[in-house]
Structure formats: C-alpha cells, structure tokens
C-alpha cells in the first residue's frame, strides 16, 4: 500500500498483466478525471479523443497530462490497439437530446462504432473492455427499484444504444476478451472538461449566474446519482479484479442513498445557493423517471462505499465558480453543453454531417 489518492487506495494493480490501459473519450467530461486518477494509480494509460470538447477547458487541475491520440473511434483498426491490456470505453455521442438529433447517425457512432471498436480490441489481444453504459437504459421504470436483473425500457436513442452495445460486446466474451458493462447513474461534480447539461451540475450553475432554478419538469422524476470521480474509482476496482469476477457482468454505478427526485436535487443544490429561487414546470411528455439499486457492485466490491453525495458535490461546484469567477457567458458557451458544441461546429463546417472533421488547407 502506498498511501491515497483521490480518495482511492493506491498500490500496485492486483491484476499484474493489466499494465497499459487506453481510455477512448479522453478529454470528455469523465476522462478528464479518470485519466489522471489512473495515471496516479501506477497505470501506464494513454488518451484516444477525436477533439469535439476541446475548447471547453474550465479551470486547470494541475494534474499530469497523459499522451493523447486524436482520432475518431470509428477509424480505429486493431493494428492501432495492440499492446493494451485494457480499454475504457467512454467515446460517443452523450446524453439523449444531443443522440436526438440525427438518429441514424446516434446508431452508426454509439452503437455499430463502439461494438467494431470491441472487435477490434478483441483482434488486437486486448483482454478487458470496460463499457460506460447508463442507468437511463431503465428509462420510465416508476418507483420501484431496478437491478441489473431487471426488463430495461429505454425511452431514447441514446439509451437503446446502450442496451444493444452490451448485448453485442458480451457476444463477443471469452477466455481472452472480457468485457465488463458500467451503468452509471447521472454524473456530477466539477471536472477541467467542464458538462452543463446534467442535471446537478446544470442547477448549480443556473443558482450562480441567474439567481433562479427553472425545472423543466415537476420536479417528480426519479433521478440516481453518481459522482464523476466515483465512476473512476468503479473503473479501478473493475480493473483490479479477477476476471471471473467481472466476467460480462454488468454493474450498476452509484449507491442506494442517491436516489434522488429531481426536485430533491435542487434542493440540495439550494441549500448551498440560498440566495436562489426554485420554481417547477411540467414534464412535457418526458416519462423518464427511475430508481436503482447497487446492491450488486457494493456485494461484489465491498471497498466501493463513501461515495460523495448531491450536496457536497453542490458545494465542491459553488467553490469552483467563486475561485474562477465563472461568468454567465463561460456556463451558456457551447464546449460545455454537448449539443451546443456539436452544432457549432457543424455550423462554422468543422464537422461534416456524419460528424467528422473537415481539413482546413491554410496556404
């Protein structure tokens, strides 16, 4: 044991063969903090990002930089992938207005593009493939508690990716290649590739710079919660593992306490930004609205407790904003809202319709 690290025991990986790790969405919103959390951990990890986010760097962390490849997933051959022990799959379209746009594009990047990246992970002798999957494949799953047991009912594009991603990569599992499934409940806290269009992060940032939570629901939907740097610490205890342990088992990523009604989490953000008002809408036809249960990944890694809740991830956002004096312009500016980015850069011709980049000759 060497000491700690961003709340994570740091030692010497368990599983000695897995040495060199890829992470896919490098500079997105969790692999900005999963990058250098791994690095930290003895890992020899190196970052693969096509560059959308780029530009949305929100404050520095003061963290080592590991190498970044620039590349689009869906160009990756397995002669790019040889010499890895382990992927951490996290690039493709994110959230579900942004997958809303074009949905046969959403298919062609989330799903077909990420099940071939798996083929070729498997080609290349890559034994584990972590998948960052969600807990919105549940979709309107009610009030009662869904396990990774429980029928899916994705109501989106971006969730029934998710499900038909899982079901292909796991076709693929043997001996050799062992993929493991992530649903992660909806992320939140700071990190330097700053997101404001999940929910928690996006209510702190409304409190700060207008003064006012606006719901766009009733505030009625349930909501699970997860910390963006606990999922990096499930990627680790996943690492770490035996491979029978994780062996195409799917894990649901939080903990039971944050379940949370939407109206509970401006709440909690409230609290921290009292001098904001809170109002509610409707849910326009959005029937989204599940609860989980992580009775499995807490039976299966008893060390993964003492996850960070809502409010203290409030508070972490409401330090940030104070020390870099975020303005109303940085929090509405396209880099740090998914959707926003995507068109902007369509629309100054960046990206072509299947969202690739455009070379730009400078003579």
């Not at 790019?80 to 996290?90: E, N, P, Q, S, T």
């Not at 330090?319 to 509405?332: G, Q, V």
């Amino acid at each position: 044991m060497e000491g700690v690290v961003n709340g994570v025991s740091k030692c010497t990986p368990a599983n000695t063969h897995i040495q060199r790790i890829l992470v896919t969405g490098a500079e997105g919103y969790i692999g900005a903090t999963l990058m250098p959390l791994l690095h930290a951990q003895g890992y020899a990890v190196e970052g693969l990002d096509t560059g959308y986010y780029r530009a949305g760097w929100l404050y520095h962390d003061a963290q080592d930089k590991p190498r970044i490849i620039t590349r689009d997933t869906r160009v990756i051959r397995a002669e790019d992938l040889y010499g890895y022990d382990a992927i951490v799959h996290l690039a493709e379209l994110s959230n579900d207005p942004t997958c809303e746009i074009d949905e046969s594009l959403t298919y062609d990047i989330n799903h077909r593009g990420s099940v071939r990246l798996a083929e070729e992970a498997k080609k290349a002798g890559v034994g584990r493939f972590i998948y960052a999957s969600s807990c919105s494949v549940y979709g309107a799953g009610g009030d009662g508690e869904k396990t990774e047991a429980s029928e899916p009912n994705p109501q989106t594009a971006y969730a029934r990716c998710k499900l038909m991603v899982e079901r292909d990569v796991a076709a693929l599992a043997d001996r050799s290649f062992v993929p493991t499934f992530l649903r992660n409940a909806t992320a939140f806290g700071p990190s330097p590739r700053m997101r404001f269009d999940i929910v928690l992060n996006n209510l702190a940032g409304l409190a700060w710079t207008k003064g006012k939570i606006q719901l766009s629901s009733d505030g009625t939907p349930w909501r699970p919660l997860v910390h963006v740097m606990d999922i990096g610490r499930a990627v680790i205890e996943v690492l770490n593992a035996p491979s029978d342990v994780v062996f195409a088992e799917i894990f649901n990523v939080g903990c039971d306490r944050q379940n949370y009604r939407v109206r509970d989490i401006a709440e909690a953000v409230s609290s921290v930004f009292p001098e904001c008002d809170v109002t509610t809408g409707s849910n326009q036809g959005d029937n989204r609205s599940y609860r989980v249960s992580f009775a499995k990944i807490r039976k299966h890694f008893p060390a993964y407790t003492g996850l960070v809740e809502a409010k203290t991830g409030a508070r972490q956002l409401r330090s940030l904003f104070e020390r870099i004096r975020m303005t109303r312009e940085t929090f509405e500016a396209p880099p740090y809202t998914r959707l926003k980015q995507l068109q902007a850069l369509r629309d100054t011709r960046q990206l072509d319709g299947s969202l690739y980049w455009q070379p730009h000759a400078i003579s």
